[in-house]
């Protein structure tokens, strides 16, 4: 059984900087890619950033592209997001998701990640 918990969320000013986490536990997983969503009030979930579990090949939503860096750390069975120069309109809920090992997935689409954490909140004030 595999469980995702993220972490790091908090409430911020413009321009501040936040990094969250998401631990992975369980036995014997192993996973195409790990991705990030959000969620704000009233919008759909929104594709943030992925990154490869074999490759590090990193994937990013141009909304974020330049503030925004996923990284992962196999030993420790995370995954990251360092976000920076933060603006309202990135105020929502984090949620990391890990799609199982596969050929192919399109890590753009949150319908294809098999696993979810619980989400972490990031509010950002102007």
């Known amino acids: 059984q595999v469980q995702l918990v993220d972490s790091g969320g908090g409430l911020v000013q413009a321009g501040e900087s936040l990094n969250l986490s998401c631990v992975i536990s369980?036995?014997?997983?192993?996973?195409?890619?790990m991705g990030w969503f959000r969620e704000a009030p009233g919008k759909e979930r929104e594709f943030v950033a992925a990154?490869?579990?074999?490759?590090?090949?990193?994937y990013y939503a141009d909304s974020i592209k330049g503030r925004f860096t996923v990284s992962r750390d196999n030993a420790k069975n995370t995954v990251a997001l360092q976000m920076n120069s933060l603006k309202p309109e990135d105020t929502a809920v984090y949620y990391c998701?890990?799609?199982?090992?596969?050929?192919?997935?399109?890590?753009?689409?949150?319908?294809?990640?098999?696993?979810w954490g619980q989400g972490t909140q990031v509010t950002v004030s102007s």
């Open positions: 998701a890990a799609i199982e090992d596969i050929s192919f997935a399109n890590v753009y689409s949150w319908r294809v990640y098999d696993y």
């Open positions: 990154i490869r579990w074999s490759s590090s090949n990193t």
């Open positions: 369980g036995r014997g997983f192993s996973f195409y890619a």
